[in-house]
């Protein structure tokens, strides 16, 4: 079989990345009729593992795994939910080692992505051991991860709002992708031709808010509509 799409979730720490992916990999199936599966972040791993933070040159090291994790789950399903991707460690790499090597390859990966979804900065920050540094890194991270999408032209779209409308956001912002694969009855189309009907289709551009509604109106201002 050819090789799946991969839907590449990136968002600062504590913004729902898990919570997402295991329910977009939960649904997806009824929608497309195909196999779907999620890659879960290997750093998670590697900290259980070694009890302990990665030093800055582990972490490239880290970024291939989790590469390599997402590359033989697309090649045995049709449908991969990607809990975080290599560019979140050479963002990471760049907030706190000033490493900035690894953000060229880590971009390229999502040319190869059929979707890149941004998660929001408006959930409550939650401790999480040795995976969260604190809620004052999630703005800087939300603002590198905004600044390597742009900078390397992938298109992306940010999904807020808490428990089922985060889900059902992430849903619409996928729909274009999935109209092609929608399986009968399950209200996708509908959904799709409700949000159009207010928003017309378009691209993330807002970098200084996760508001959906405000991303729009600032998209229209700069049409001048």
Do not use: N
């Amino acid at each position: 079989m050819s090789a799946g799409r991969v839907i590449a979730l990136v968002g600062a720490e504590s913004t729902g990345k898990t919570t997402l992916a295991r329910a977009l990999a939960a649904q997806l199936p009824a929608l497309t009729g195909a196999p779907v599966t999620w890659v879960g972040e290997w750093l998670r791993e590697w900290c259980s593992r070694e009890g302990r933070t990665p030093r800055s040159d582990e972490q490239a090291a880290i970024a291939a795994e989790q590469q390599r994790r997402i590359d033989a789950a697309a090649a045995t399903h049709a449908w991969v939910v990607a809990d975080t991707t290599p560019l979140m460690t050479a963002v990471y790499s760049a907030l706190l080692f000033g490493d900035r090597s690894l953000l060229p390859l880590a971009a390229q990966a999502h040319h190869g992505y059929a979707a890149t979804l941004l998660t929001a900065v408006d959930l409550p920050w939650q401790a999480d051991g040795l995976m969260r540094d604190g809620a004052h890194v999630r703005a800087p991270v939300d603002r590198l991860v905004r600044e390597a999408l742009a900078a390397h032209g992938i298109v992306w779209s940010v999904v807020g709002g808490a428990g089922e409308a985060r889900v059902a956001a992430a849903l619409d912002a996928l729909a274009p992708l999935l109209r092609a694969h929608a399986a009968p009855g399950t209200g996708l189309f509908t959904r799709l031709a409700e949000r159009e009907a207010v928003h017309a289709a378009w691209t993330w551009v807002c970098s200084e808010c996760d508001v959906p509604d405000c991303e729009h109106a600032t998209r229209r201002q700069r049409r001048g509509a």
